[in-house]
């Protein structure tokens, strides 16, 4: 996997890209697949998308391994493999 | 620390029969326990408010009551504290957080008032973190002081149940979990601590956090008392649609002869070498019970991952209005809590679904589970409760990496999952809505408490707590008392 960060033109296009889809957060998805990780301005995105404003001057240490940590959750949800029929637990039964 | 020590560390099957019979004054055992609370919790910190007037009041109906001969059953004249996100009416009920330090209910909640309707005396409201979640520090009014080691924690979120279970402050306390917050203190405090059945207890009146995660249960000095406590507080109410009745029954004499136990293996692995034989001896004492003992592993889901998406999407909705208004940013003391909250908020709806069915599919895999065994068990808190340490200047961004911390951040050394406390049989319980009952099993070479917790298939309160009410009587853990040790 390149571990490289990528750069702003890179992302931009990512951004580009994933318009179509309408979500940062499929950009996110995508370079934290190929990167392993999220670059401040991916990060600096999502924060602006959840409308999050970084005010002390070291929250993005403790904020992006967040970021990364959510998307990298997304991430096993989705590959998580489950029959077709299964519904939802909507109404919550634990007696069921 | 004698301070009424020997009347105050008694039980409820001690004291209500003492009670029930006139030779001990319910107004006397409440004044006891209110001097020992005034002369101790300064070290604990496990009361925001002490209802003096209001316990005196309630101890003095009580004794009337039971001189004229309406005695109304167990709970008469017992003193009893609750976790502060339960409301009770003209009593400030502060959930933990700066944000409603000044809030002020004008109903009780279900809980209360079954156990008020039972004869109860409340001492007062006690401690927690705020909304429900966090470190050591995250609670306005400070840290809560583990009893067995005053610098060390007692996990959260029920830090004061805990605390007030342990410190014999109480007969009992109520607390409240969404991913571990009473069998987390419970295991770090030396006491029993029963969660039920998701739905079985009512919620009315008490602070959301996950809807569908939340429960109210008892802490206590034995397991029977906490299945005397839950035989009163549980039952449908329709104030609250997910609460349902069902049949209850414990048996303390029943016979544990060929009952299934799954000893969850990875859990029993991860035991650290200082108390593996602790544990030995555990597994060793349900078998002479005449248990069957078999290693299990859990079916493979991501517990910790569901666990998280739900509580924190569902935690961020409930407080959104505040966080709109910028309120709650404001009087988090754990800065990243929101933050948390709000991150898991970026799943697109369709993955929250997905979500949701692999939670479905866990409740499915864990009822086959059950039919091969009675109860699950587990070590819990295993390397004893961790020291308060005073963290640095808050940042926004401090705390846990990966989403925010817990809503009852276990640290305890149970292995917690991603998604909270106590590793993948606690969080497994919690996504599932089973009932969990925590035992104290012994004590680290330093005195700290650790602990083995049982959860059995939804429903099966009563067997889950006669197990492990077994387990406790074969051992004498549950005899030995706080020491207040600096």
Not at chain 2, 286 to 302: H, W
Request: hydrophobic share 40%.
């Amino acid at each position: 996997m390149n571990k490289k960060p990528i750069s702003r033109r890179s992302f931009s296009k990512i951004i580009a890209g994933s318009f179509l889809t309408g979500s940062v957060v499929e950009a996110a998805v995508q370079e934290q697949q190929r990167t392993g990780s999220l670059s401040d301005d991916t990060a600096m995105t999502l924060l602006d998308h959840l409308g999050y404003k970084p005010t002390l001057p070291d929250e993005m240490k403790t904020l992006k391994p967040m970021l990364e940590t959510t998307i990298r959750n997304l991430q096993t949800i989705r590959d998580f493999q489950l029959p077709i029929a299964l519904e939802p637990a909507f109404v919550f039964h634990p007696e069921r | 620390m004698n301070i009424n020590e020997s009347l105050c560390v008694q039980t409820i099957d001690q004291l209500a029969p003492q009670i029930k019979s006139g030779k001990l004054s319910p107004v006397a055992l409440t004044q006891a326990y209110l001097e020992r609370i005034e002369a101790l919790d300064p070290k604990v910190n496990c009361f925001i408010t002490v209802t003096k007037n209001l316990a005196l009041e309630q101890a003095k109906k009580a004794e009337e009551e039971i001189k004229a001969k309406k005695y109304k059953g167990p709970l008469h004249g017992i003193p009893y504290a609750v976790k502060d996100l339960l409301a009770t009416r003209g009593i400030r009920t502060t959930w933990g957080s700066r944000l409603f330090v000044n809030q002020v209910p004008d109903h009780d909640g279900a809980v209360v008032e079954k156990l008020r309707d039972a004869g109860g005396v409340l001492l007062g409201k006690l401690s927690m973190t705020e909304l429900a979640g966090g470190p050591p520090n995250a609670a306005f009014n400070g840290p809560v002081h583990n009893p067995w080691k005053l610098d060390h924690w007692t996990t959260g979120s029920s830090t004061g149940p805990g605390a007030c279970a342990a410190a014999s402050f109480a007969v009992f306390a109520i607390g409240s979990e969404t991913t571990a917050s009473i069998l987390g203190p419970a295991s770090a405090c030396g006491v029993a601590g029963f969660r039920p059945t998701y739905g079985r207890v009512s919620r009315y009146g008490c602070m959301p956090l996950s809807w569908t995660m939340d429960k109210l249960g008892p802490l206590a000095r034995s397991v029977s008392d906490c299945a005397t406590v839950f035989q009163v507080i549980h039952g449908a109410d329709p104030r609250d649609p997910t609460a349902v009745s069902a049949p209850f029954a414990f048996d303390s004499k029943a016979k544990m002869t060929g009952r299934r136990i799954g000893i969850v293996k990875r859990e029993f692995d991860q035991v650290p070498a200082k108390a593996k034989s602790i544990y030995e001896d555990a597994v060793k004492v349900l078998k002479s019970l005449g248990c069957v003992v078999e290693e299990v592993d859990l079916p493979d889901y991501p517990y910790g991952i569901v666990s998280r998406f739900v509580w924190q999407v569902e935690g961020g909705t409930v407080f959104e209005q505040y966080a709109r208004k910028g309120e709650l940013q404001e009087a988090l003391i754990n800065k990243s809590k929101w933050f948390g909250w709000k991150a898991a908020m970026l799943i697109p709806a369709a993955d929250y679904m997905k979500v949701l069915r692999i939670r479905h599919a866990i409740i499915l895999e864990t009822n086959k589970l059950f039919q091969r065994f009675d109860v699950l068990v587990a070590p819990r808190n295993t390397t004893g409760a961790r020291p308060i340490v005073t963290p640095p200047t808050q940042t926004a961004g401090a705390g846990a990496p990966g989403g925010g911390a817990a809503p009852d951040a276990d640290a305890g050394g149970g292995g917690g999952g991603a998604g909270g406390g106590g590793g993948n049989l606690g969080t497994l319980g919690n996504v599932a809505g089973l009932p969990g009952v925590s035992v104290p099993s012994g004590f680290t070479d330093t005195g700290l408490p650790v602990a083995l917790n049982f959860v059995g298939a939804a429903m099966t309160d009563g067997k889950v707590l006669e197990t492990a009410y077994a387990y406790e009587q074969a051992t004498s853990w549950h005899e030995r008392h706080a020491t207040f040790t600096e």
